[in-house]
Every structure is written in C-alpha cells, then in structure tokens.
C-alpha cells in the first residue's frame, strides 16, 4: 500500500531536517577546504567550492519556499533528496568517482526515502542514485596518489568515515520514527478512549430518552394528586400553613421535573437552531442560576465576577446541563453551606469556576473525573462524566482541584467562538 503524498509527519520531518541539511553542508565545506590539505591530495577546488556554494543556495531557496502560510508536501521532499544527491555526485565526480570511498553516502539519501515517500517518488529518487553510481564509473576525475600503500589507508579511512555517517543518519532517522510512532499510538488510545465515553454518554441519553417518555405519565399523575390534596387540605384545615407551604413546594417541583421532560424534545439541535438567539452571558447565567435555585430551594450560592465581563453567547442545551450537574455536586458537598461561583472571560475562553465548602476531592475522583464513572460515588461521577463529554464535544475542558483553604473546585473552560454562532 503506497504511502500518502502529503503526510502529516513527512512535513514535520522537512522541518526537523532543516538544521540536519545545514550540518552536513557545513561538513561538505570543511571536507572540501581542510581534507585535500591534511591528506596532500590534489583536488580541483574551484569547482568543488562551487558545488557546495549551490547546495546552500538551494538550501536557501528551500527556506524560503517552506515559510509560512506555504503548504509542505513531499514534493519538497523529493526536491531535498535530489538535490542532496546530485551535489553529491557532482563532488565525487571531481574527486574520483566510484572509485571513492564516499562513493556509499548515495545511500542514506535512499533509505530516508524509503521511509518517507510514496512507492513513485521513492523509484525516482532509487533510479536516480543507480543512475549517478553508475555514471561515476565511467565518468569522473581521477585522484592522483602515486604510493599504492597511502592509497589502500586512504580508502580504508574513506570507508570509515562513510560508516560514521552512515549510521549517525540512519540512527537519528529510526529515533525519529520510533518517536513518532509512539506519539501516533498515544493518540490513537486517547482517540479509542474518547470514542468509548461517547458510546457510554450515547447510551445513557437513550436511556434517559426513554426515561423521559416513561415518565411523563407517572408525573402526570403526582401533580393532580398534589392538587387534589392541596384543595382537601384548604378544605379541612384552612390554618395548616406550613402543610400548605410544603405541598406548593411539591406542586412547584413536580412542575419543573414536567418541565425537563417536555424539554428534552424542544431543545434538540434543530428547534434550538431555528429559534437561535444570543443573550447577554449575564442574563444567561442568572437565568440558569435561578433555575437551579428552584431544583434546589435550600441551596444557596454567591455569584462573583470573573477576569472579563461575559460578552453575548448562544449557549448550546449541554451547557446549561453541565453547569446544572456542577452545581448539584458543589451543593451537595457543602451541604447548607453557600457555594461560590465565578463567571468571566480570559482571552477568548469562557471560564466558569464553581467551589463548594465540602472536605475536597478524593484522589480517585481527581484522576478519573470527567473520564468514567465511578462506581463508589455513581451521582457525582455519572455527573461529571456527562459534563467531560459535553465539554470535549464543544471543545472545551473540566478540571478539578482542591483549594489551599478547604473546599474543592471544579472548572469550565469553553472557547467563546462555540458560544457566539
């Protein structure tokens, strides 16, 4: 199966190779300056500065065209590898041929490709390293060593050095890819698991779907006896104060379950969308605040600013339920304590930050909130589950953490661009 033209990790290899390219050009350099010197070999140098001049110039050229906004692919890879091959040969043309030992760096360049490029181009670049080894063996510029003996070291010391560098290039190739094959499994299981909370969270809003519908009769039937009892009660102890009190309260929590289950159809995506309006952040929030505040009529909170004032949102329906689910959590660690919730903006996130007065959270929860379930404590878990997922789908993030002073602290962050379409 051929590898894909324009892949994602062939062009952070073009990047990476940048400060490689210019390393072995500076090698070039000094081989071709210092090695004739040291080894008394006589060597066309002109022509060879030229060449290494022109790689650079290439090199430059190759810079320039990766800057941003230009797109990478691996045809600036292709360009890299011919290039590198063909100042190559032209160097080992002017300094011997095949008959130089440097004559087996025209492989690195294919090996690299073979990893790199897909099945045409990787032929292109095979083809044209054949084609260059075997040009050199006929074509080329002899070196003039007259002791045969100072030849053979000189040819065993060329072959050294071609396996030092050889092998530094293959190895910084293959810690590269193992590199990368290891950030490409770590992204595949948190795709995997990702994937097995939403199935979970699919799961659990079929249920509630279900629930909804199944509950509707049973509500139904709790609200015309509360009346009834409510009527029977005014009848028979007109006084009873409190009792009246506690069955409006009654009455009043059975309309707002009525309330949810009727909801749950109307807030779909696509009603939602044809009746779409933005309101003030502030609005919003005192809106589903005092929502809660009726869910819960013993709780208490004190809401404070944020960093930034809460600009005009569209909240999507599994915000509200996810502040609503933080809420409860907060609630019900603090027990009848006040809860403290802080709304603002930092950049272009939304950060909502809700603190409870409750003994904090347990390390358990810290590392698996948001993530699973937890079987010890279903409701904050199953809450908090929810909200994860809700905020993963927008975009967004839940974090959890303990305060210095006592109390536990859970955060919404959500860019501000999926809360104003």
């Excluded at 015309?224 to 006084?239: S, T, V, Y």
């Excluded at 009726?294 to 809401?303: E, F, K, V």
């Amino acid at each position: 199966m051929e590898k894909t033209t324009e892949s994602s990790w062939g062009a952070d290899l073009i990047l990476r190779m940048w400060p490689l390219r210019w390393l072995l050009l500076f090698g070039e350099l000094l081989a071709t300056i210092l090695l004739p010197r040291l080894l008394e070999l006589s060597v066309p140098l002109v022509p060879m500065l030229i060449v290494v001049v022109l790689h650079a110039g290439f090199n430059l050229l190759l810079v320039w065209r990766l800057l941003p906004p230009r797109q990478r692919g691996e045809a600036d890879l292709v360009l890299q590898f011919c290039a590198d091959l063909v100042a190559l040969g032209a160097l080992l043309f002017l300094t011997g041929g095949a008959a130089n030992p440097l004559i087996s760096l025209l492989l690195p360049p294919v090996a690299i490709a073979a990893l790199t490029l897909s099945r045409r181009n990787l032929l292109l670049i095979a083809g044209l390293a054949v084609t260059l080894y075997s040009l050199l063996m006929v074509w080329y510029l002899p070196l003039a060593v007259s002791d045969p003996l100072r030849a053979t070291q000189l040819h065993l010391a060329g072959m050294w050095l071609t396996f030092v560098v050889s092998t530094l290039l293959m190895a910084w190739l293959l810690a590269y890819l193992v590199g990368q094959l290891h950030d490409r499994e770590t992204r595949l299981a948190a795709i995997r698991e990702q994937a097995l909370r939403d199935e979970q969270v699919l799961s659990l809003g079929t249920l509630a779907a279900g629930a909804a519908h199944e509950l509707g009769t049973p509500l139904a039937t709790m609200s015309l006896l509360a009346e009834e009892l409510a009527e029977d009660l005014a009848a028979r102890l007109p006084d009873a104060g409190a009792m009246q009190q506690d069955l409006a309260l009654l009455q009043q929590q059975i309309r707002l379950c009525k309330d949810i289950i009727s909801g749950l159809a109307s807030r779909g995506g696509v009603a939602r969308l044809e009746r779409a309006a933005t309101l003030p952040g502030e609005v919003w929030l005192a809106q589903q605040l005092a929502r809660w505040q009726a869910m819960r009529p013993r709780g208490s909170y004190r809401l404070q600013p944020g960093a930034g004032p809460l600009p005009r949102i569209l909240p999507p329906p599994v915000l509200e339920q996810a502040l609503l689910n933080l809420l409860n959590n907060a609630a019900n660690a603090s027990g009848d304590q006040e809860i403290s919730v802080t709304a603002g903006v930092d950049g272009d996130v939304l950060q909502l930050d809700i603190r409870d007065q409750g003994p904090g959270f347990s390390p358990e929860v810290l590392a698996l909130a948001g993530k699973q379930a937890l079987p010890s404590r279903q409701g904050l878990g199953m809450g908090l589950l929810l909200t994860g997922s809700s905020m993963a789908q927008l975009g967004g993030s839940l974090s959890l953490c303990n305060l210095p002073g006592g109390g536990g602290q859970a955060s919404l962050r959500l860019p501000l661009a999926r809360l104003q379409v």
